[in-house]
């Protein structure tokens, strides 16, 4: 919480950092205007206790100095740092199961044996990697089953705005709490190498389907292609309206015409019902670029 006083809270009522509430909306505009997050009034209060190791770290007075400096073009780190420290990267293998079943019944199947030439899925605001790790589990996994299928390559391109975090996806290096959270003990020992009692890292043979990147959804997305899938779950939640809709329109043109696009469970087309028709499964909702 905030008030016009200049003194911030956290919810437990620890002070943070001084912000007054006109320099809180104008780093919260900035803050929109590069990324796209948008953080209502009631969220302001993350700005001051996210913010806090930057304004130390580079001796920023208040926010209102780091805002000023964001807006220079020569700042490429600050603004790395600052994107860091306001998203969320927080994620889990195969979370929520139902995309993960329909893509390994249906799509799968499907890339796999008519796809002419390279497969290519999209994993847009891939966190800390869990989703395209485990979407190249499912097709590893397709693989062994049946050593012909080799012949028809898939490609996932994943990508978020964090670069520490692509960094992180890179290296594939996951604690105890990080594999245990969705991952069955035998993908561990099949997919992973134990490094210590508390790490393990992603084997090659995973880590030569993805191909990592830094992608702000805000930008131009035609350098990265054509898809045959997209998965782009629980990120338009943090957009405006306005922008969940261009956003979707861009990631349209980025589909081939019937590719299909997974969202997650709480967010739909925002408008862009012109563009994608709903699809039903057994489990769930998906939709298929239309024109």
Excluded at 35 to 41: A, R, T, V, Y
Aim: aromatic share 8%.
């Amino acid at each position: 919480m905030h008030s016009d006083n200049g003194n911030t809270l956290s919810k437990n009522g620890i002070s943070t950092t001084q912000i007054s509430s006109s320099e809180l909306k104008e780093f919260a505009d900035l803050l929109e205007k590069i990324s796209g997050i948008h953080l209502s009034d009631s969220k302001h209060y993350l700005i001051g206790i996210r913010l806090r190791k930057i304004l130390d770290e580079f001796g920023f007075k208040s926010t209102k100095e780091l805002t000023n400096q964001l807006g220079n073009p020569t700042k490429g780190h600050l603004k790395e740092l600052v994107l860091d420290a306001m998203t969320t990267n927080e994620t889990f293998w195969f979370r929520d199961g139902h995309p993960y079943d329909y893509f390994e019944r249906q799509l799968l199947p499907q890339l796999l044996g008519s796809k002419i030439g390279k497969a290519r899925i999209w994993s847009a605001a891939c966190s800390s990697g869990q989703e395209p790790y485990s979407l190249a589990m499912l097709i590893s996994e397709a693989y062994d089953k049946n050593s012909a299928l080799t012949s028809k390559p898939i490609e996932i391109v994943a990508s978020d705005i964090s670069k520490q975090v692509i960094d992180q996806c890179k290296k594939g290096s996951y604690d105890k709490s990080e594999v245990e959270r969705g991952l069955s003990d035998q993908r561990l020992n099949r997919y992973f190498d134990q490094i210590s009692d508390s790490e393990w890292v992603v084997k090659e043979e995973l880590k030569k389907f993805i191909n990592f990147k830094i992608v702000n959804l805000v930008d131009s997305l035609t350098g990265l292609g054509k898809f045959d899938v997209v998965f782009c779950r629980n990120v338009l939640i943090y957009f405006s309206p306005e922008l969940k809709r261009e956003i979707l329109k861009k990631i349209h043109t980025q589909l081939v015409k019937g590719g299909i696009l997974i969202l997650g469970a709480s967010e739909g087309l925002s408008s862009t019902e012109d563009l994608f028709e709903m699809v039903q499964f057994e489990s769930g909702i998906v939709y298929r670029a239309i024109c």
